[in-house]
């Protein structure tokens, strides 16, 4: 699919782009530990769809000409602050496969007072991932 043809056929909503350092690292995560499916990819750009979601990944140097470049320049973790929720996702499955290929696990699965069960994952580039499930009523 062309790149316009792609940008074309998103739907309306907030998307999400992470800036990455390393694109391979980061799509195996993706795909091996949050279950998502790779849609498209090359060296600069993927787009991976999740839980009925699509969402981008852009390596650093096809950024070069954008006015993001400066928000990532000398930065050793991306997304400070922020919460990637995956609503429907399986925390514990999640949990497990991320400490299978080593990555690190900032809080394990949990039962929480808001009706859902979740965990923290930290990714490639330190961007935080917080796969949930609800509560059985």
Do not use: Q, W
């Not at 279950?35 to 070069?64: K, P, Q, T």
């Not at 930065?75 to 290929?101: Q, S």
């Not at 965990?119 to 059985?136: K, M, N, T």
């Amino acid at each position: 699919m062309k790149a316009e043809d792609f940008g074309r056929s998103l739907p309306r909503g907030i998307g999400v782009n992470l800036l990455v350092s390393d694109m391979a690292a980061m799509e195996a995560f993706c795909g091996d530990v949050l279950g998502a499916r790779i849609v498209y990819a090359d060296e600069d750009f993927a787009a991976l769809e999740l839980l009925g979601s699509v969402f981008m990944l852009h390596a650093d140097h096809s950024y070069l000409d954008n006015p993001m470049t400066g928000s990532i320049a000398g930065t050793e973790t991306r997304g400070a602050g922020i919460e990637l929720r995956l609503y429907g996702a399986e925390p514990d499955a999640i949990e497990a496969a991320a400490l299978e290929h080593g990555h690190i696990v900032l809080a394990g699965a949990i039962d929480k007072p808001h009706g859902l069960r979740e965990c923290y994952i930290v990714g490639p580039d330190g961007y935080v991932f917080v796969p949930s499930a609800p509560l059985a009523g």
